[in-house]
């Protein structure tokens, strides 16, 4: 079975400042993907940034960037210029490409990590 | 474009009773998928529904269950409702099947069980 781990629970940063938020995550399969998600106090899960396994370019959105190592199945989150606005939980999440008993991939997530912004 | 929406956004049980949550997905979307995130936790997924059916289901167990209607909109019942329940219900819809158009979520259910 997949898993995903997250080894920091709490991270902080100043404002304007850069910071790098870890995951790792285990599979024996090739082809998946690699989301990391925003969720703030509003509750709702923001997706922030997706990577396809087969990829091996990193993905970027503006001010958010991700550091895919495949070999090593780590996925970190690069956030540029921290901002107020982005004081959330993160959630790193994986989903396989396969289909098993006729369902597409859920969804498996990480515990999270707390990011706070200092101004 | 309207987002997911769920209901009630609060609600208060006592062990024992049955819940039913619901969910609106996003407009287009005819996969709606179900998590339960417990306090401090990533979200688990508890099941999923395609075309009225159920065709993925996480461990939970069978007085977990669920309905999708024909304009897609969905429910998640909970039977016998434990304390262990407790958490925040999120449903997440997607416009297709096995393609990687990303989820939707929603604001979720926090569920409280007394």
């Known amino acids: 079975a997949q898993t995903v781990t997250q080894s920091q629970p709490e991270m902080s940063v100043q404002e304007a400042e850069t910071v790098t938020l870890s995951c790792t995550y285990d599979t024996s399969e090739s082809d998946y993907y690699l989301f990391w998600y925003k969720q703030p106090p509003s509750r709702q899960m923001i997706l922030v940034i997706r990577?396809?396994?087969?990829?091996?370019q990193n993905a970027t959105e503006n001010r958010f960037s991700v550091n895919f190592q495949k070999a090593a199945k780590s996925f970190s989150l690069k956030i540029s210029d921290s901002q107020l606005g982005d004081a959330a939980m993160y959630f790193c999440?994986?989903?396989?490409?396969?289909?098993?008993?006729?369902?597409?991939?859920?969804?498996?997530f990480g515990k999270g990590t707390k990011l706070s912004v200092k101004p | 474009e309207t987002g997911v929406t769920q209901s009630p956004t609060h609600l208060i049980k006592t062990r024992g009773q049955q819940v039913t949550l619901r969910c609106s997905s996003q407009?287009?979307?005819?996969?709606v998928s179900w998590y339960q995130q417990a306090l401090g936790q990533g979200p688990q997924f508890i099941f999923q529904?395609?075309?009225?059916?159920?065709?993925g289901r996480g461990n939970f167990p069978p007085r977990f269950s669920g309905l999708q209607f024909p304009n897609y909109s969905s429910e998640l019942n909970v039977n016998a409702l434990e304390l262990d329940d407790s958490a925040l219900y999120l449903c997440?819809?997607?416009?297709?099947?096995?393609?990687?158009?990303?989820?939707?979520f929603g604001s979720g259910t926090r569920l409280t069980v007394v």
């Open positions: 407009s287009g979307h005819n996969t």
């Open positions: 990577q396809e396994a087969y990829k091996q």
């Open positions: 997440a819809s997607t416009p297709i099947r096995g393609m990687d158009y990303g989820y939707t």
């Open positions: 529904y395609y075309r009225e059916e159920e065709n």
């Open positions: 999440a994986y989903r396989s490409l396969r289909i098993y008993g006729g369902s597409q991939g859920n969804l498996i």
